[in-house]
């Protein structure tokens, strides 16, 4: 009687192995993007949520609140998240949220998401920008 071997050849294997490599180079940086546009998203929220106290200080007073106390909101370091450090309103109502230096995707730690916001008779728009680049940010924030 003949003995059969059964199992795979080292070619087999090694084949396997730099298809999974190939893969792997591929899907790891479309992954890293994919995580710091998740992370963006929250700094969007996060910004996105100050608008109302900053439109209503104009509606109430004609000008633009100076900073986060002028607004009625709370400091910036509170208004923080997860991939978030802080959300200050500056000069002009110009909306600002810090990245943080830990626990962010390397491309984004530090950078800044601002929302800047512009008066047209009885409506206002926001315009978006930042040191963050815009493959990044939110659909609606790319201009």
Known sequence: MKATQKGFTLIELMIVIAIIGILAVIALPAYQDYTARAQVSEAFSLAEG???AVTEFFADRGEWP???ADAGVAAPT???GRYV?????????VITATMRETDTNADIRGRTLTL??????GSFTWACNGTIDAKFRPASCRE
Request: proline content about 4%; aromatic content about 0%.
């Open 50 to 52: 100050q608008k109302a």
């Open 66 to 68: 100076d900073d986060n």
């Open 78 to 80: 509170d208004i923080n």
């Open 85 to 93: 450090e802080q959300v200050t309103i500056g000069g002009e109502g």
């Open 116 to 121: 800047t916001p512009t008066q047209q008779g």
